[in-house]
């Protein structure tokens, strides 16, 4: 039976969103500009990959972009945040290579709420939660 991996789709996908977003702006930004007032801003992330790859930093400039040029308040993550088997202790090296040095960076140190997927439980679901 072929292995189906919508992994590398999903990041492709995400990173084509982000990409088409940037390549919008212009100096005055259209999309920007409907944003009320009131509105607030957030960024979603699933599946974000791990040991720091070119596509994972890639997916997390343009999330930097986006949360600067939208005044983005948090981040929620929907959950498999790290493959293959999620963190064994909240001092597990997944934390600086998957996490730290990709998406803590620029204007993304905003507050995260995390959802925990089926690969976070396969190691220990409550490290995340500590973290």
């Given at each position: ?17 982000l ?18 007032t ?11 990959g ?41 001092s597990?090296?997944?934390w ?36």
């Open positions: 039976m072929k292995k189906n991996n919508l992994y590398p789709g999903l990041l492709f996908t995400c990173l084509s969103l990409l088409y977003i940037s390549s919008c702006q212009k100096k005055t930004n259209p999309a920007a500009e409907i944003i009320k009131d509105s607030i801003t957030f960024l979603v992330i699933g599946d974000w791990k040991d720091g790859t070119e596509m994972q930093n890639n997916v997390a400039s343009q999330m930097n972009k986006y949360a600067k040029l939208f005044n983005a308040k948090f981040v929620i993550s929907t959950g498999d945040n790290f493959y293959p088997a999620g963190v064994k202790d909240v597990d090296d997944h600086k290579k998957s996490f730290e040095d990709v998406y803590l960076k620029d204007s993304l140190p905003l507050k995260w709420y995390p959802v925990l997927g089926n690969h976070d439980y396969k190691t220990d679901p409550d490290a995340e939660i500590r973290y």
